[in-house]
């Protein structure tokens, strides 16, 4: 089973046409890709949860929504949270530093909150590697999913690595090589993390060139590694399903 474990549904900011419910699909169909992590992003948490409920309630078998947690000031996110998770059917939550920053006074009552549900939590820390360490110490039994190695298109090598040291020590911690560059760096964390830990997404769709050609190229990062093809399974599919508790059944 080969699951995108990182694809945005149609924001209007940096997703048009090609995020459309029908257009992933499409896409999905021609790639080969069972299953998507579908998240939404750039709107309150109640408009995102009922387009992810629409998307997957046309899609059952082919898309698994995240809750989008961000601060609101028209209503409590951890209850609407807590309603997408135990009555929606949601499997993890997402929260992007680049909206909303990794400070404990901000973000801990959702992380405690989703160790308490049980679901992993996919977060773009944007470079900060300081709130991560905090929050992989501070909610061990947090499944946290690190997006882009840590940093979305990053030539830093340096602070790839930092991130890659991250999750070899924190257990809880588990890499999306989504937006990675430096394909060394797949490498690497694959060497001292473990492939267990390490997840494909493509944090698509995206028209650079088109989105069927740009997934094709994200899954051939995988494909082209120089390691076994069990491994190359696990990392397109299996780690995500395991972690989600999915049923494999291909």
């Given at each position: 089973m080969v699951i995108d474990a990182h694809l945005h549904l149609r924001d209007d900011?940096?997703?048009?046409?090609?995020?459309?419910?029908?257009?992933?699909?499409?896409?999905?169909?021609?790639?080969?890709?069972?299953k998507a992590v579908?998240?939404?992003?750039?709107?309150?948490p109640r408009k995102a949860m009922e387009e992810l409920q629409e998307a997957r309630d046309r899609y059952p078998d082919r898309f698994i929504p995240f809750f989008y947690a961000l601060p609101d000031?028209?209503?409590?996110?951890?209850?609407?949270m807590e309603e997408a998770i135990k009555k929606q059917g949601f499997k993890?939550?997402?929260?992007?530093a680049g909206i909303c920053r990794l400070e404990s006074y901000i973000v801990d009552p959702v992380f405690d909150s989703a160790s308490e549900l049980g679901v992993p939590l996919l977060i773009d820390p944007a470079g900060d590697y300081q709130n991560t360490e905090r929050l992989a110490k501070s909610f061990p039994k947090a499944k946290i999913i690190v997006a882009h190695l840590g940093y979305y298109l990053c030539?830093?090598?340096?602070?790839?690595?930092?991130?890659?040291?991250?999750?070899?020590?924190y257990p809880n911690l588990y890499l999306?090589?989504?937006?990675?560059?430096?394909?060394?760096?797949?490498?690497?964390?694959?060497?001292?993390?473990?492939?267990?830990?390490i997840i494909w997404g493509t944090d698509g769709p995206s028209n650079q060139p088109e989105p069927i050609s740009f997934t094709r190229k994200e899954m051939e990062k995988v494909l082209k590694?120089?390691?076994?093809?069990r491994k190359k399974r696990a990392i397109l599919g299996e780690n995500i399903a395991n972690l989600l508790g999915i049923e494999n059944n291909e």
């Amino acid at each position: 089973m080969v699951i995108d474990a990182h694809l945005h549904l149609r924001d209007d900011v940096y997703v048009g046409e090609e995020g459309t419910p029908e257009n992933l699909v499409r896409m999905m169909d021609e790639v080969g890709v069972d299953k998507a992590v579908l998240l939404r992003l750039y709107v309150p948490p109640r408009k995102a949860m009922e387009e992810l409920q629409e998307a997957r309630d046309r899609y059952p078998d082919r898309f698994i929504p995240f809750f989008y947690a961000l601060p609101d000031f028209s209503e409590p996110t951890l209850k609407l949270m807590e309603e997408a998770i135990k009555k929606q059917g949601f499997k993890g939550i997402k929260m992007h530093a680049g909206i909303c920053r990794l400070e404990s006074y901000i973000v801990d009552p959702v992380f405690d909150s989703a160790s308490e549900l049980g679901v992993p939590l996919l977060i773009d820390p944007a470079g900060d590697y300081q709130n991560t360490e905090r929050l992989a110490k501070s909610f061990p039994k947090a499944k946290i999913i690190v997006a882009h190695l840590g940093y979305y298109l990053c030539s830093d090598g340096t602070l790839l690595d930092r991130f890659i040291s991250l999750a070899r020590d924190y257990p809880n911690l588990y890499l999306d090589i989504s937006g990675v560059l430096l394909v060394d760096k797949i490498e690497k964390a694959i060497s001292e993390v473990g492939y267990e830990r390490i997840i494909w997404g493509t944090d698509g769709p995206s028209n650079q060139p088109e989105p069927i050609s740009f997934t094709r190229k994200e899954m051939e990062k995988v494909l082209k590694l120089g390691i076994g093809e069990r491994k190359k399974r696990a990392i397109l599919g299996e780690n995500i399903a395991n972690l989600l508790g999915i049923e494999n059944n291909e």
